[in-house]
């Protein structure tokens, strides 16, 4: 297929209306609203072309961890390359922010294929490539497959595309890098996403049947998960954790083992990352890191592996019960990161304009802000979440601490590090507060800090 950029050979609709995600300019069909910063919840799809802009702090979060992964060596050596699938990639919006925003020093070391089995998003996502090429040209040349035969689809200045079903196009090639982000649940794709990875590989995965993940849907989750949940403050965590555990016993059944590295529950979805590792002798040990949370009476829940009759009437799972997070990387994922690689300066944005991209004052500041969001609090609970915490709704403590309102979480957070523990605020809609001081000591600085006790 030609040049879709080039004059006369548009996709259907072309070109759209400008809009810019991060430091990489995006077409959007005429049909679709313009988006608002910083949305909320699922947006209403319009069509083939659709861009989710509530998925736009996932974006950024990928971008930075494939940056770290170059920029510090933890999957593949200095002199090595990684090999990066977007097995959906729709309208191809992240796998250009990877070529545009990733470091330009080591965009020579990214192979990245796109491939979607919507001929239409893939012709979209090829215009947009080549009307708004990275600023330095990429001169690698596309990947073969594993059966020796290189991809038949053009390669693109950077990036190769393909145009065939998510589940052969991540078993053709041994990627050391895969991103799932399916329409609804992936665990029709989880079979080939972790056969599609070398012996060494992240896969990063979205789901968005967060009615089945938190139990809203009993049935669909009993069905897809294999669990049941109960609905309540931690029904987030235990989304993210029943995701995981899904994720890390289908691996198993295949000799790999899974590690976290950031693992969350954005807004209307849930969004993990993991290092994929092929080891019999580690995958025979998931069981160590499968349980479930069980509600109790002097604390709000414990970790069981083999909880009894009794106790799974009032719990979750199986989910996974390890750390969620990868502690260094995690700790580097901070509101200057972000801006220093993904905000266009002012000479960009100038250029932009010319472009075509109408972009206020206003723009600037709130495109900012929605970056800084998607990593706030983040490096700030590295640390906690990459071992054993306690997960606390701030609105909650003050039916078990006997107060009448609950404590700024901030001055609480500063009250639980005054006596030596450690404590912070997680990334999610609600006020949830991670520390590893026991509950009673928690309970004592609600009421130190607690404005209804003064």
């Not at 897809?224 to 994720?247: F, M, N």
């Not at 723009?363 to 071992?387: H, K, N, Q």
Request: net charge negative; glycine share 8%.
């Amino acid at each position: 297929m030609g040049d879709e950029g080039a004059e006369g050979n548009h996709p259907e609709g072309w070109p759209g209306q400008l809009w810019l995600e991060g430091r990489t300019l995006v077409h959007l069909l005429d049909e679709q609203t313009r988006p608002t910063h910083m949305p909320r919840g699922p947006a209403k799809r319009t069509g083939p072309g659709f861009l989710n802009p509530a998925m736009a702090p996932a974006r950024t979060r990928s971008v930075l961890l494939l940056n770290d992964a170059l920029e510090h060596n933890w999957l593949v050596r200095t002199d090595q390359s990684i090999r990066v699938l977007d097995a959906l990639c729709a309208t191809g919006v992240r796998i250009r922010r990877w070529r545009n925003e990733v470091s330009a020093p080591l965009q020579q070391r990214l192979r990245i294929t796109a491939n979607d089995l919507d001929q239409f998003a893939l012709d979209w996502a090829r215009a947009s490539h080549s009307m708004h090429p990275p600023a330095q040209s990429i001169e690698h040349e596309p990947e073969d497959d594993r059966y020796g035969s290189v991809s038949e689809q053009a390669f693109n200045n950077g990036l190769d595309f393909r145009n065939k079903d998510a589940r052969i196009a991540m078993i053709e090639s041994g990627y050391q890098w895969i991103d799932l982000d399916p329409f609804g649940s992936p665990v029709q794709f989880l079979d080939a996403a972790l056969q599609g990875l070398s012996r060494t590989g992240v896969l990063e995965i979205t789901a968005t049947d967060t009615a089945a993940l938190t139990g809203s849907s009993a049935s669909s989750q009993a069905r897809r998960y294999g669990a049941k949940g109960i609905v309540d403050v931690y029904a987030h965590d235990d989304a993210v954790r029943l995701l995981l555990a899904t994720v890390a016993t289908t691996a198993a059944r295949l000799d790999k083992s899974v590690t976290p590295l950031m693992a969350l529950f954005d807004g209307h979805h849930v969004r993990i990352s993991c290092l994929i590792k092929t080891s019999r002798e580690k995958a025979s040990g998931i069981g160590n890191m499968i349980g479930w949370r069980v509600r109790e009476g002097d604390v709000p829940y414990r970790f069981v592996q083999h909880p009894t009759p009794e106790q799974v009437e009032r719990a979750s799972g199986p989910m996974w019960v390890g750390p969620l997070w990868d502690k260094e990387i995690a700790g580097r994922m901070t509101e200057e990161k972000v801006l220093e690689m993904c905000q266009p300066s002012a000479e960009e944005l100038e250029e932009m304009k010319l472009q075509g991209l109408e972009w206020s004052e206003d723009d600037v500041e709130y495109s900012a802000r929605e970056l800084r969001r998607s990593v706030r609090y983040i490096s700030d609970a590295a640390d906690l979440m990459s071992r054993e915490h306690l997960l606390l709704n701030l609105d909650s403590l003050p039916r078990w601490a006997g107060i009448g309102g609950a404590p700024k979480i901030e001055k609480l957070i500063a009250s639980i590090l005054q006596e030596g523990f450690s404590a912070a605020r997680l990334p999610d809609l609600e006020p949830l507060l991670v520390t590893d001081a026991p509950f009673e000591t928690v309970l004592k600085h609600v009421r130190k800090t607690s404005p209804s006790t003064k």
